[in-house]
Nanobody, 126 residues
Framework: VQLQASGGGLVQAGGSLRLSCAAS????????MGWFRQVPAKEREFVATISRSGARTSYADSVKGRFTISRDDAKNTVFLQINNLKPEDTGVYSC????????????????????WGQGTLVTVSS
C-alpha cells in the first residue's frame, strides 16, 4: 500500500489543523493505521492509532483530548484532527499502515508498522 500525507502547515499556538493520509494500492479496510511524529535529534514518537474497524483508537498521553484520529474507508483516508496546538507539537507527521487480521487490533510501536508515508510538516509558533 502507498501512503500520502498532507495537511501540515504553520499555525499559531492554540490553532488547529487536519492532517490527511490517503492510501492506495490495496484494500484500505484491511489495515491498522497510525500517526507518528519526529523532530530532529529525537526518536520517532507515537501519536495515535486506529483499528481496522475504526472502533478502537489509542493516543499518546501528550495529545489526549486534543488530537482525534478517524478513518473513512470509502475514501481510503485516515485523518488526524489536531486542536489546541502547542509549540511542542512541531514536527514531521507521518502516517503508517500494517495489515491486521483482527478488526479491533491497534498498534502503538513504530516497529509494528510496515508501510510509511513521506510525512507532512507541522510548525507551531508561540
Amino acid at each position: 500500500v502507498q501512503l500520502q500525507a498532507s495537511g501540515g502547515g504553520l499555525v499559531q499556538a492554540g490553532g488547529s489543523l487536519r492532517l490527511s493520509c490517503a492510501a492506495s494500492g490495496d484494500t484500505f479496510s484491511s489495515y491498522v493505521m497510525g500517526w507518528f511524529r519526529q523532530v530532529p535529534a529525537k526518536e520517532r514518537e507515537f501519536v495515535a492509532t486506529i483499528s481496522r474497524s475504526g472502533a478502537r483508537t489509542s493516543y499518546a498521553d501528550s495529545v489526549k483530548g486534543r488530537f482525534t484520529i478517524s478513518r473513512d474507508d470509502a475514501k481510503n483516508t485516515v485523518f488526524l484532527q489536531i486542536n489546541n496546538l502547542k509549540p511542542e507539537d512541531t514536527g514531521v507527521y507521518s502516517c503508517a499502515a500494517v495489515r491486521a487480521a483482527a478488526s479491533l487490533d491497534y498498534f502503538r510501536n513504530y516497529g509494528q508498522y510496515r508501510y510509511w508515508g513521506q510525512g507532512t510538516l507541522v510548525t507551531v509558533s508561540s
